[in-house]
Antibody, heavy 127, light 107 residues
Framework: EVQLVQSGAEVKKPGESLKISCKGSGYSFTNYWIGWVRQMPGKGLEWMGIIYPGDSDTRYSPSFQGQVTISADKSISTAYLQWSSLQASDTAMFYC????????????????????WGQGTTVTVSS | EIVLTQSPGTLSLSPGERATLSCRASQSVSSSYLAWYQQKPGQAPRLLIYGASSRATGIPDRFSGSGSGTDFTLTISRLEPEDFAVYYCQQYGSSQTFGPGTKVDIK
């Protein structure tokens, strides 16, 4: 079964750092881009960026460039989203998702929808 | 950045009725790289339609997508109780962006 399993909920204070994870299984992790999506409480979906675990090529939304860091460790089929200094406005649900359409992907091609999603990680930042 | 607008914001319908959801892009979406997702409360989004009109694996045929260029439509031919949810469009042809969503609720 193809799945993405995310790390558990986090409660942090402003100024703290955080790294959340997304572990893939049931498919060739290095051959599919992984994306991250933010959903603030009661709001819509926001695309943050993507990473190609095969070589860690990364693309960011202009809205999130410099605010977060996306990384991956292909040896353990895991992608990460991290903050160096959290703010209260980072309180949200974060989803990882695989970019694909059910077919074998073209290497390095990222014009795909998000076909497999993690269960989400809630991040709460409060003093 | 391509901006997506969805209408209506909320659609109130009864089970068995037809739902028509609209997604308009600020500029042409290349190669019809337009997807639709369904999200229910407390759940992750689920891919319904990609390439503007292709159904994802396991999606019932009451869901259909159409359109090209800047105007796209998701149609649910006969609403089932489990279809009441929020629907998002997404373009993935120029970076990626999501629309603000349309909530389909029970009338």
């Amino acid at each position: 079964e193809v799945q993405l399993v995310q790390s558990g909920a986090e409660v942090k204070k402003p100024g703290e750092s955080l790294k959340i994870s997304c572990k893939g299984s049931g498919y060739s992790f290095t051959n599919y881009w992984i994306g991250w999506v933010r959903q603030m409480p009661g709001k819509g979906l926001e695309w943050m960026g993507i990473i190609y675990p095969g070589d860690s090529d990364t693309r960011y939304s202009p809205s999130f460039q410099g605010q977060v860091t996306i990384s991956a460790d292909k040896s353990i089929s895991t992608a990460y989203l991290q903050w160096s200094s959290l703010q209260a406005s980072d309180t949200a649900m974060f989803y990882c998702a695989r970019l694909g359409d059910g077919e074998t992907p073209i290497p390095y091609y990222y014009f795909y929808p998000m076909d497999v999603w993690g269960q989400g990680t809630t991040v709460t930042v409060s003093s | 950045e391509i901006v997506l607008t969805q209408s209506p914001g909320t659609l109130s319908l009864s089970p068995g009725e037809r739902a028509t959801l609209s997604c308009r892009a600020s500029q042409s979406v290349s190669s019809s790289y337009l997807a639709w997702y369904q999200q229910k409360p407390g759940q992750a989004p689920r891919l319904l339609i990609y390439g503007a009109s292709s159904r994802a694996t396991g999606i019932p045929d009451r869901f259909s997508g159409s359109g090209s260029g800047t105007d796209f439509t998701l149609t649910i031919s006969r609403l089932e109780p489990e279809d009441f949810a929020v629907y998002y469009c997404q373009q993935y042809g120029s970076s990626q962006t999501f629309g603000p969503g349309t909530k389909v609720d029970i009338k």
